[in-house]
């Protein structure tokens, strides 16, 4: 008996676009559902945090105290709004109704006019890190402001420090968001796909009736996963035609590289739903498998928005392990920064890595379960 | 309450932790999963990596580069002869500081030059942060780097962080991550629930004995309902334990959020289960609900500047409510206006989901 034959391949594929045909369903959400969410989300997510409340407390009064209230305003980020005391400020911090605060006690006119140093009280709600931090990232700004509009003495930099971001230089948050959420869609519909596909024939039965033909597991686990290759191909196809037609994203890099890549994660991930249907063998513990496996991490350590960078090291390592992580870093520098796969050479590896390692487990499984 | 209707809420239960494997990713992932996320994520940008490019000779940029790299933000990376841009595009460094050719201290003096800083955009919010630093340090450092008489700052703001002054990853993250598992987990239960016995043929089992649909409504959510409660109680522990995450505000408060959150999402799982016509669609059903909902929970990206157009969804989120409740009780000690608001919120959602999820399972039986 032949290890492989890539007839008996065929013929279970065939058998499993049957599958898919049958139920539309599964046909349109691969197809559909990437396109819908990436167009979603790409217009819903924003990193500026605009419009926050603030409020103030100005005891001071004076013309200079004043200035630097409506600079707030002025810059854009803030809607600043009168608190009758530094206790009413608290209160408003403490229900939400402020963001941050700015108390201004008497005497800061009088220092700024004579270049004494004047300071300024700023409190920021710290429940949300996230947001904290990009408001202290606005005070630089605002101090130089502050300090032009109210013409006191600035302590200039010796020379100016030119900031030029490349790539993307408005920073638009669209070119780094959607191809990350692609990347993230696409991977978490493949696992789930394959899991439940394979765990509903352990489920009825019917893989042991597959089981008992001639066929083996390199081919079953082969005619399984080509089909919905090509339906995610389909998918990630309409995904980038919307980032690149509805939202400008640019597309900088090779093509046929981005299509390696593309087949290396998808295969990743579709052996990844395999091995989880052969462990489970039950449709409900493959879907929470999935999940728990798919969502959160490729979510929230993928670099997807929590850069790995930060992460401690331990951390580092072990989101080693996540396909979506190496694919992120490979698609967001093929489109983008247009990397050659020179550059991405490290990504690149590690799917196949990982893809090679998933295959072999899936495979491993099935085998013991043939000759016990 | 009828003891047929407390046998089924039994049968139920021994039906979901009869299977080990079961009960492993119903108690112990949860935990593994807030440890993990607790201490891996945060929102400081750390380790960034700096090339400074300057003249061999150049003793003041030399001296403003180091400063940058004890700063604690930098890695310094080595950029003798190279490309300044090329260092970003081969990935090299994140951001390189290109020093005026004539020599900073000399450019410094004359006031004339500025020093480039060029960043690597691919990561927006990275790129933000890493322009940020860069220039806190570059405007306390560089007078005295090139030799000038720093001049202090003529106007300042004190920067006070409230609720969490030493931004601590954990004590932002933890509250978020609770709700995600929480609801990850009740989900994953109920969606699949009903169309499994249906798909297997139990479910006529249940239609034929002697018990009311809303009994049987009780007995397939009622379980659900009190693993979900259990799953919160574990994981805000193990936050308190592990991650020292205050609990400043009442435990009744804690309750009643935990109450009204999984009973909402017990209900948007058993109405999935009785929309789809077999598990697959049931958990593209799941899927399609907690991606979004995760997403729009306020912890990826600030909501509160979504597009007006779009903002509707996240009053919609559930998730988006219990987060906010999570972290004001914890955090902020439990504001009873914002309580009251939120908790009213997730109310209405927990009656109408519950409605509707009775609505359709009535159908479902007739």
Known sequence: MTFFDPRRAAAVARKEVMHILRDPFTLVLVLGLPVVLVVFFGFAIDFDVKN??????????????????????????????????????????????????????????????????????????????????????????????????????????????????????????????????????IGLLSILMTALTVAREWENGSMELLLSTPLRPAEIIAGKIAPYVLLVLGGVFFVNLVARLGFGVPFRGSHPLFLSGTLLFALACLSQGIVISVITRQQQLAMQLSMISGLLPSLLLSGFIFPVESMPPFFRYFTMILSPRWFMEAARGITIRGAGAADLALPLLALCGLCALLLAAAFRKFKTDLEP | MKRTLLAFIRKEFAQVLRDPRMKMMLFVMPMIQMTVFGLALSSEIKNIRLAAVHAPDDAAARRLAERFTSSGWFLPVAAEGRDPAGLVVSGAADAVLVFPAEGFARAAARGRGAVQLLVDGTSVTRARSVEAYARAVFSARAAAAAGLAPAPPPLSFDARVLYNPEMESPVFMVPGVMGMIVCLVTIILTSMSLTREREMGTFETIVSAPLENREILLGKTVPYVVLGLVNAALVIAAGFLIFGVPVRGALWQLAAAALGFVVTTVSIGTLISTISRNQQQAMMGGFIFLFPAVLMSGIMYPVENMPALLKPAVYLDPLYYFTALLRNILLKGGDPAVFARDMAALAVMAAATGTLAYKRFRQTLN
Not at chain 1, 66 to 82: K, N
Not at chain 1, 149 to 161: H, I, Q
């Open chain 1, 52 to 185: 926050l409340r603030l409020g103030v407390y100005d005891r001071d009064n004076t013309r200079h105290s004043r200035q630097v209230a409506s600079v707030f305003e002025s810059s854009g980020y803030f809607l600043p709004e009168g608190a009758s005391s530094p206790a009413d400020a608290a209160r408003g911090l403490d229900s939400g109704r402020y963001s941050a605060a700015l108390l201004i006690e008497p005497g800061f006119g009088r220092d700024l006019g004579r270049g004494a140093p004047a300071r300024v009280q700023f409190i920021v709600d710290g429940t949300d890190n996230s947001k904290a931090q990009a408001v202290l990232g606005y005070l630089p700004g605002i101090t130089s402001a502050a300090l032009r509009k109210t013409g006191a003495p600035a302590a200039a930099d010796p020379v100016p420090l030119a900031t030029r971001y490349m790539y993307n230089p408005e920073l638009n948050s669209r070119w780094f968001v959607i191809p990350g959420l692609a990347v993230i869609i």
